[in-house]
């Protein structure tokens, strides 16, 4: 059940008819270029049905969705928290906030280049790297947190 392409790669599960003739590894759908296969593109209505279909999508898009209203909700209260409680000045309750907004874009795209370039996620000792890095991370923000807090005596 292993057929080697010319190039020399391991095919796993195609059969190999007689022992001198090579089967190709390409669908009768794929366009073949040189020694790879390339699957024919698919429209936009069919990508879209496949990613309907798969459960781990909707459940990540949904899960991003309801985290992103939760922090806006979160920011309103925050601004709200800001200017009637704390008496702080508009402009200065709607800058931070909008400051909270440009960290965390700044982390989602960073983030995932400065944990890769820890070791990435393929490897335990990667992982583990990664979440030294996050607890570090999450200290120096508390600590943050804990110098506001004593700078505006609350």
Not at 75 to 103: D, E, H, Q, T
């Amino acid at each position: 059940r292993v057929a080697v392409h010319n190039s020399g790669s391991a095919f796993i599960g195609r059969e190999v008819q007689g022992a001198s003739q090579r089967r190709s590894p390409c669908e009768e759908s794929d366009v073949t270029a040189g020694d790879m296969c390339v699957p024919p593109e698919k429209g936009l209505c069919t990508q879209a049905w496949e990613l309907v279909q798969n459960r781990l999508y909707l459940y990540t898009l949904l899960s991003l969705t309801a985290t992103f209203y939760f922090v806006s909700g979160m920011n309103f209260l925050w601004v709200r928290l800001l200017i009637v409680v704390w008496k702080f000045p508009k402009a200065l309750a709607v800058s931070s906030a909008m400051l909270v907004g440009l960290m965390m874009g700044l982390g989602s795209v960073c983030g995932p280049h400065i944990l890769d370039g820890q070791g990435g996620t393929r490897t335990c000792e990667g992982r583990r790297h990664g979440l030294q890095l996050i607890v570090r991370a999450f200290g120096v923000a508390a600590l943050a947190v804990v110098i506001c807090c004593a700078e505006l005596g609350v």
